[in-house]
């Protein structure tokens, strides 16, 4: 199967309004060898390609927006900078990025160019106000990964704001940004 049949089903999707649509790429690639999506058992050697083919496809038809994830467990790969260079060269319209940005990692891929966008999930969830702590350089607080998705009601709306960590001597500790 050939990189333009993979992308057939984006492709069709686009066609029926380009300016409400947008895709959403997470491939997993695998740099250090053949790109590879490897999630949940599946090897597509030729994900990267298939990305790319769709992708121009995508700024023909006018889509809105693309959103790049990128894997974010501690040893994931990254996306190289070539395959970010052929993105944003076969893409001029808005592309979103998110995966375990840090406020470095933000500044770099927006000033190369390669995004618009940076989306934070795990961030704000421990930083009600993220954009006050990135903006002016305070500390953020330490996500707890087991309080996320079940348990207790905690977790997702009892992380406290800067100052109100601060008086209250949190028990959610902090990291330099």
């Known amino acids: 199967m050939n990189t333009v049949d993979r992308a057939r089903i984006v492709c069709a999707f686009s066609k029926i309004w380009p300016m409400r649509s947008r895709t959403r790429w997470a491939p997993s690639a695998r740099p250090s060898a053949c790109p590879f999506l490897t999630a949940r058992g599946m090897a597509c050697p030729d994900i990267l390609p298939t990305i790319l083919a769709a992708t ?39 592309i979103i990025v998110a995966g375990n940005y840090d406020k470095a990692r933000a500044e770099w891929v927006l000033s190369k160019g390669y995004a618009d966008l940076v989306a934070f999930g795990r961030p704000f969830v421990a930083n009600p106000d993220l954009p006050r702590r990135l903006a002016q350089s305070l500390p953020l607080a330490l996500l707890d990964g087991n309080r996320l998705f079940g348990g207790g009601e905690g977790g997702y709306t009892d992380y406290p704001g800067w100052r109100a960590a601060r008086q209250t001597n949190t028990r959610y500790t902090a990291e330099a940004v």
């Open 56 to 94: 121009e496809y995508l700024q023909d038809r006018g889509i809105a927006y693309l959103h790049l994830v990128e894997a974010d467990w501690d040893d994931a790969p990254q996306f190289t900078e070539e395959f970010r260079q052929a993105i944003r060269a076969r893409f001029t319209r808005p």
